[in-house]
């Protein structure tokens, strides 16, 4: 199994920001490649929704919501994924869940492997 570990939530005042992370990892062995990291997002009472992926490749992309604000980047040599969140606003609350797809390990391809989440508030 995935492990997908998230951090850099909190509570911040609109126009802040905020850097998540997310690192990949399967225990006691390793992860050779994953295809494409993303982020979603749930805030309270709604579904979960895409915020940005980003392939191994380089290829990027974002909701329409989110771009000019947020920046996804990933470091492959360490199978983490991060997302810059800039300009931040009330409805940008929500829960933020690291995604991973087609993760390549000795074992065998793994499809898809969710994060807990990580909370992120925005308010005054």
């Known amino acids: 199994q995935v492990q997908l570990v998230e951090s850099g939530g909190g509570s911040v005042q609109p126009g802040g920001s905020l850097r998540l992370s997310c690192a990949a990892s399967?225990?006691?062995?390793?992860?050779?490649?994953?295809?494409?990291m993303g982020w979603y997002r749930q805030g309270s009472g709604n579904e979960r929704e895409l915020v940005a992926t980003?392939?191994?490749?380089?290829?990027?992309s974002y909701a329409d919501s989110v771009k000019g604000r947020f920046t996804i980047s990933r470091d492959n040599a360490k199978n983490t994924a991060y997302l810059q969140i800039d300009s931040l606003k009330p409805e940008d609350t929500a829960v933020y869940y690291c995604?991973?797809?087609?993760?390549?390990?000795?074992?065998?391809?793994?499809?898809?492997?969710w994060g807990q989440g990580t909370q992120v508030t925005v308010s005054s």
């Open positions: 980003l392939s191994r490749a380089g290829m990027s």
């Open positions: 995604h991973a797809d087609r993760i390549a390990t000795p074992a065998g391809i793994i499809l898809s492997s």
């Open positions: 399967v225990p006691s062995d390793r992860i050779f490649s994953i295809r494409v």
